[in-house]
């Protein structure tokens, strides 16, 4: 075939090991237990992240997710972070009845898209979630156990630049566990 190119390889974020390939944001703790990363609040019960060292424009990613304690936390896309300030747009993993699957833009516009009422029973508390988040130019959607969350094109998301980053929420208290980060190059 003329012109055919191979889908690019999947691309496993997290190794089962250890943080490579990533970097630590914050004063929080990440550390892997049992294969699994898992993000809990540390002392200074700040904001805190976990970013890809590496640019991520248009993917696929699925992983999982398994809530512990208060679970507000988020998959960033697209996004940079100084400090503990983060640009980007995060993709909300929360407790139930707070909008999971949705999108919130840090620093600027605030929630884009917000879970309706009858989508918040698709949320399994305390057990194993799937989040998939797809992003392709200006169009990014995500998908919570299999069910379609959002659909949304954007032009500001399109013109977006940065990674994966995963986010534990200020206030203390959360604990958080996750595994099989894979994202699929489009």
Not at 16 to 38: A, C, F, M, Q
Not at 169 to 182: A, P, S, T, Y
Request: proline share 4%.
């Amino acid at each position: 075939m003329v012109g055919f190119m191979a889908p690019a390889k999947k691309i496993k974020l997290f190794n089962g090991k250890d943080l490579t390939g990533w970097k630590i944001y914050g004063t929080e703790k990440w550390y892997v237990e049992n294969g699994e990363l898992v993000c809990e609040s540390g002392p200074d019960k700040g904001y805190g992240y976990l970013g890809t060292e590496q640019f991520y424009k248009n993917f696929d990613l699925s992983l999982e997710f398994k809530q512990e304690a208060n679970g507000n936390s988020g998959v960033f896309i697209r996004s940079t972070v100084d400090g503990t300030k983060v640009s980007g747009w995060q993709v909300e993993v929360a407790p139930p009845n707070h909008d999971t699957g949705g999108i919130y833009e840090s620093y600027g516009r605030g929630w884009l898209v917000q879970i309706p009422d009858e989508k918040e029973t698709i949320l399994k508390p305390g057990e194993w979630n799937k989040l998939r988040i797809r992003a392709e130019g200006d169009r990014v959607q995500t998908w919570l156990n299999g069910k379609p969350m959002v659909d949304l094109k954007d032009e500001k998301i399109g013109k977006g630049e940065g990674g994966v980053a995963l986010q534990i929420h200020d206030g203390g208290g959360i604990k958080v566990r996750w595994k099989n980060l894979v994202l699929q190059p489009l």
